[in-house]
């Protein structure tokens, strides 16, 4: 699978109809962008890390029963520079770059000044966010870069640190239903402080301001939390987000700064600065949205990673929180080139499968209640938080499933009390081979599959003035590896899963990571 991983795709930057097989529904109507690596080497030089492939960008528009695709690579300043020198030139997490040998002291000098106080890649090969009206392509660095959402062309790029003090921000925001985008950046260092910023980038410009000015203008800064260790931040992909609390997961799986300032000069990459500490636990932070202020009441629970929130939700007094939870950090290791092996997805030792948990985080005082008692009076959950002193619970998650990533629901439900997630399973393997519905009341799971087929993330869409939560359709990208056969995107009915229509790209396409729909009234 190394093979069909790591080759360098082609752009196909013009839009080509689809050959559609069965129906597609005439209502949907919009555009799924994907985001994912598409060059993986360059020159003579390769990327040691799946996730460091430069950003190939791909659009599906669905018009009266019809797809187009196209696909641009992402014209950063990381592209540009790579390219002209023929050579990997900048610096991934994965893959640190080091100067042509025939480059001079001074090069070198500037090169290693430059990794010591790093300046961060804007290869944003991650995902895509929206911020007032426009689309940002971005992995989890200071930088964005604005695309036109049609063509796909590359626009201007945007720097974080101009508006917020912040050197990583996720690449999971949240959207409320006015269309204001929440998200989360982490601070290294800043006069001595490092700290995590949580902030809201309104979906309307403040007055005075240009409905044509950049939108993170007029950012409005929620509340900040100091690290609770100065020089080890916690690493953060993505949080959840309710009608009342922002939810922000403090995780014992942490980058350490001063190893990685010296990173370059020890010959290692960015991501061995990562570090997972079993031995800690797992703070929970519970944050006001109105107040910027954490709740009186702390929760912990065991050492944990987490990559993705599935939902957040509010119920009698309690703040529910559905993530995928590894016990350890092999996701990552697995997606080394050196890892991927060819057919049978990744080499079988040292996996550690992710299982669907469930926590919940009673809101109202502890004041009164013994210790040792379990607040939760939810009847629908095994999930307890335990009183072990006054002001801390300790939480125990009840496991809804094992073997599912990537989580996507009806967003319109985000939020709120959900029931049906549907993702990717990789119960045996971080590369997936099926997608599934998981019904989270029945524990009842569906699935697709096809032979040599590798599906994408699994998006939900739903029917406008749709009766029910899964009233819609799921779309996934699936490259296909059979010989001669065309990839395709699959659009499955979401209430009974079956396959509705195919849409076959007549061309390649390369596992993706992450995306975005956007509806044509946008």
Known sequence: MSADFCKNAQERPEPVKAEVKGNIPSWLQGTLLRNGPGIFSVGETSYEHWFDGMSLMNSFTFKNGEMTHRSRFLRSDTYKANMEAERIVVSEMGTMAYPDPSKNFIFKAITLLNHTIPDFTDNGASNFI???????????????????????????????????????????????????????GTTIAEKGKTKYVLFKVPAVPQKGKSKDALALKSVETICSLPCRSLLTPSYCHSFGLTDNYIIFIEQPFKLDILKMATAYMRGVNWASCLKFCPEENTLIHLIDRKTGKSTEIKYYTGAMVVYHHVNAFEDDGHVIIDVIAYNDTSLYEMFYVRNLKDNTGVKDTGYSTPSYRRFVLPILSDKGVAVGQNLVKLKYTTASAVKEKEGKLVCQAEVLCDGLELPRINYDVNGKRHRFVYGNCVEESAVAKQVAKFDTETKNMVYWSEENCLPSEAVFIPRPNGESEDDGVVLVAVVNRNPGQSSFMLILDAKTFKEVARANVNGELHKDVHGVFIPHES
């Open 130 to 184: 929206r911020y007032g009206s426009d689309y940002f392509a971005t992995s989890e660095t200071n930088y964005i870069r604005k695309i036109d959402p049609v063509t796909l062309e590359s626009q201007e790029k945007v720097d974080y640190t101009k508006y917020l003090p912040v050197n990583m921000v996720t690449s999971h925001p949240h959207y409320d239903k006015e269309g204001n985008t929440y998200n989360i």
